[in-house]
């Protein structure tokens, strides 16, 4: 199993970033498919999680109406849209594959001023 996370970055309060988990060595289409993510001192959280086939999608109170998690099996990716981003938002941002436990390498969000 390889996840590879891409698309963080440095921006502004208010602006957007879009963040792309590509997976290989397993049947995407599958599986269930998470973001996580970690900020410094603090425990890795849950933000997003959407089934195999894409119909149901959950996410964290804290960036619910703000973040949209997405897929696309025939690119085996996983997205995370993340819009009206705030400072607390920074973190090392992580994709997942639940029941085979496997994590990406992450990707640095921060957003700063």
């Keep these: 199993v390889q996840l590879v996370e891409s698309g ?3 921006v ?3 602006e957007s970033l879009r963040l792309s988990c590509a997976a ?3 049947t995407f289409s599958n599986y269930r ?3 996580h993510r970690q900020a410094p001192g603090k425990e ?3 933000v997003a999680t959407i089934v ?3 119909r149901s999608t959950n996410y964290a109170d804290s960036v619910k109406g703000r973040f949209t998690i997405s897929r696309d ?3 085996n990716t996983v997205y995370l849209q993340m819009n009206s981003l705030k400072p607390e938002d920074t973190a090392v941002y992580y994709c997942k594959v639940p029941t085979l436990n496997s994590w ?3 990707t640095q969000v921060t957003v700063s001023s």
């Design 8 to 10: 963080g970055g440095l």
């Design 12 to 14: 502004n309060p208010g």
């Design 24 to 26: 290989s060595g397993f």
């Design 33 to 35: 498919m998470s973001w």
């Design 44 to 46: 890795r959280e849950l």
């Design 52 to 54: 195999n086939g894409g």
């Design 73 to 75: 099996d025939a690119k």
């Design 104 to 106: 990406g390498q992450g």
